[in-house]
């Protein structure tokens, strides 16, 4: 089992920046792969970037391309999602995942991902 704790949702203006993190308790070495997705009602979970933990290579889709940064603190189990130049359209419930398969951070397909947190909502005001 792998626990997953998401933080730093919250409020802000577009053009403004905010921090995301995940924290992973837990058999964490079955997560190979860890991703941020975002949903919004009506709309299909969107992975928006991920990161291979073993050497750390991240994967965006082209919505976010350069705004966000996926990173992570192994030492702390964590997984930050840093967000940029921020969009009303950007406006959505943020899921952070995990995933025993590799190719999950290329695919960015939600059901590959076995592991979710409970959410944390990003709200971009314009």
């Known amino acids: 089992q792998v626990q997953l704790v998401e933080s730093g949702g919250g409020s802000v203006q577009a053009g403004g920046s905010l921090r995301l993190s995940c924290a992973a308790s837990?058999?964490?070495?079955?997560?190979?792969?860890m991703g941020w997705f975002r949903q919004t009602p009506g709309k299909e979970r969107e992975g928006v970037a991920t990161?291979?933990?073993?050497?750390?290579?991240?994967y965006y889709s082209d919505s976010v391309k350069g705004r966000f940064t996926i990173s992570q603190d192994n030492a702390q189990n964590t997984v930050y999602l840093r967000m940029n130049s921020l969009k009303p359209e950007d406006t959505a419930l943020y899921y952070c995942?995990?995933?025993?398969?590799?190719?999950?951070?290329?695919?960015?397909?939600?059901?590959?991902?076995?592991?979710w947190g409970q959410g944390t909502q990003v709200t971009v005001s314009s």
């Open positions: 995942a995990s995933s025993p398969r590799a190719s999950s951070c290329y695919t960015r397909r939600s059901v590959e991902y076995n592991y």
């Open positions: 990161i291979y933990r073993g050497d750390g290579s991240t």
């Open positions: 837990g058999y964490t070495y079955s997560s190979v792969c």
